[in-house]
């Protein structure tokens, strides 16, 4: 198999398991007082799943009157595009256009794949497919997933209304690895369940993640007990031959 052709496996495996997200995402966005059109619209023009996710959570929530407070949700975890498409600019490359084009597939997929290849050709290959191919499917799946939830009628009945938290959580958990991690996400809980019976929806989630980068900032538990800084970059792969 050619180095190309692995590419493309690996992108369209990423691609097919990603799009399945977006029936759930659909249907949520209806169950959340969105219509289908608006649903969809939000996945065109938003595309980034864990906003999307945390948009509908906050507004099944509070309703109309949350609306600014998931539009922050959702911006702030947007932030983290930012990162990468500082990352992604020097492997896209060409001009303005091209970058602009680039920057509305630069999500957390596309950028994986591109930068887990070793050629410059190949990590181009890899967030293009990547990129364009969840923009198209998760679309698609947007769509079949509000029309299914407009169908369903009451989110409750099915269990809808609590999907969007266990949507969320299922993105979270994989990244729940180390001691630092674990430590930004449990401080963010238990900030956010104890001020949610005294906020309106959507403040506490914003308190949590002020949180959440300040435990994040000062890493007090990234460094096990005993590191030298050399073990650090030889563990890094960032060590002086």
Same mark, same amino acid.
């Given at each position: 198999m050619t180095a190309e052709r692995e590419v493309w496996r690996e992108a369209l495996g990423v691609v097919l398991a990603t799009s399945a997200y977006g029936i759930s995402f659909g249907a949520l966005a209806v169950a959340a007082g969105l219509d289908v059109w608006q649903t969809?619209?939000? *996945?065109?023009?938003m595309f980034t799943g864990g906003s999307?996710?945390?948009f509908v959570g906050v507004l099944t929530a509070g309703g109309l009157a949350a609306l600014p *407070? #998931?539009?922050? *949700? #959702?911006? =702030? =975890?947007?932030?983290?595009n930012v990162a990468y498409g500082m990352r992604m600019s020097p492997i896209v490359g060409g001009g303005p256009l091209r970058r602009a084009a680039a920057a509305h597939f630069t999500i957390d997929e596309s950028t994986a794949v591109a930068i887990s290849q070793t050629m410059p050709r190949l990590r181009?290959?890899?967030?293009w497919v990547t990129g364009i191919g969840i923009f198209v499917g998760w679309n698609i799946t947007t769509l079949i997933? #509000? =029309?299914?939830?407009?169908? =369903?009628?009451d989110p409750k009945t099915w269990?809808?209304?609590a999907a969007a938290a266990a949507a969320f959580l299922a993105l979270l958990w994989p990244r729940l690895q180390q001691r630092q991690a674990i430590a930004v996400g449990v401080a963010a809980a238990v900030v956010a369940a104890a001020l949610t019976p005294f906020l309106m929806p959507g403040l506490p989630v914003l308190i949590a993640a002020f949180v959440a980068i300040v435990v994040g900032w000062f890493n007090w538990m990234g460094r096990a007990p005993g590191k030298?800084? #050399?073990?650090?970059a030889r563990d890094a792969g960032t060590e002086p031959a």
């Open positions: 969809c619209v939000l *996945s065109l023009l999307q996710f945390a *407070s #998931a539009i922050a *949700s #959702a911006a =702030l =975890l947007g932030v983290r181009q290959l890899g967030f997933g #509000a =029309l299914v939830g407009d169908v =369903l009628g269990g809808l209304d030298t800084n #050399a073990t650090d």
